[in-house]
């Protein structure tokens, strides 16, 4: 009796102890699995932050170029030396103020490619030279008529731009047309002093607002091109 009791007692043992065993390969199995995905996971993080890393830097480098061009062609346009002495010197300035502030100049652009804000950039210039020369002849046509019929007026204008890079460059371009100057800007409204009526509607009317906007592809003033432009973009992430 004693010895069957002690024979079934271990064989229970070795029982137990199979089912031990069976569970302990499966929790090293469970862990072996869940190492690996993890590892799986650190590595594909790992290769995620390289690739942001490097399209930062790439980014970087481009609003570097882009802003060290846009400078450079201020320079020559403004100084109107073609010497070697004067081009030498004003490309180094412009590198020098390019590398220390090219964040500024493309802060918070929202599609990515830089290309397409300086070539909008571009073409803005020649629109911004046409009324400043427009309103240089509004203005001589008020001075110089006898009665003067100017109407001085601070007007407020509430902009919805949205960055500092936008709403900088839309108080510069209110500034260089002759007739209006940006006074203040206060929380996202510009006051601005305006020569007479004319002058002020032109302003209300919004369309130097919105080619600022479309330079820098603020959410209020999307276009189509703004829509075709981000399609290529991103078609060209996806493949």
Same mark, same amino acid.
Request: charged residues 20%; contains cysteine.
């Given at each position: ?31 072996? *699995? ?5 590892? @799986? ?13 490097? *399209?930062?830097?790439?980014? @970087? ?30 490309? &180094? ?10 964040? %500024? ?13 300086? /070539?909008?950039?571009? /073409?803005?210039?020649?629109? %911004?030279?046409? *009324? ?13 008529? @006898? ?5 001085? *007026? ?28 940006? &006074? ?23 369309? &130097? ?7 820098? &592809? ?12 981000? /399609? ?8």
């Amino acid at each position: 009796m004693e010895v069957t009791l002690l024979v079934e007692a271990t064989e229970n043992a070795f029982r137990i102890l199979g089912k031990a065993r069976e569970h302990a390969i499966g929790v090293l199995d469970t862990a072996v *699995q869940l190492t690996a995905e993890e590892t @799986r996971f650190f590595e594909e993080k790992r290769g995620q932050l390289l690739f942001t890393g490097a *399209q930062r830097r790439k980014t @970087r480098f481009q609003n570097f170029v882009g802003t060290t061009f846009i400078l450079f062609a201020f320079w020559i346009l403004l100084s109107g030396k073609f010497d070697a002495f004067h081009l030498t010197l004003g490309a &180094m300035c412009c590198v020098l103020v390019a590398y220390l502030f090219h964040d %500024l100049l493309f802060a918070n652009v929202r599609v990515g490619d830089m290309r397409i804000v300086v /070539a909008r950039f571009i /073409a803005y210039i020649p629109w %911004l030279i046409q *009324q400043i020369v427009l309103s240089n002849f509004h203005v001589a046509f008020l001075v110089l008529r @006898r009665k003067m019929p100017i109407d001085p *007026q601070i007007i407020e204008y509430k902009t919805k731009l949205e960055t500092d890079i936008s709403t900088v460059a839309l108080a510069n371009s209110i500034t260089l047309t002759p007739g209006t100057i940006t &006074m203040d800007i206060k929380d996202g409204v510009f006051y601005v002093h305006a020569l007479d009526q004319k002058v002020a509607e032109d302003l209300n009317a919004g369309e &130097m607002e919105d080619r600022v906007a479309h330079i820098f &592809m603020e959410a209020d003033h999307l276009y189509v091109q703004d829509v075709l432009d981000a /399609a290529r973009i991103y078609g060209s992430l996806r493949v």
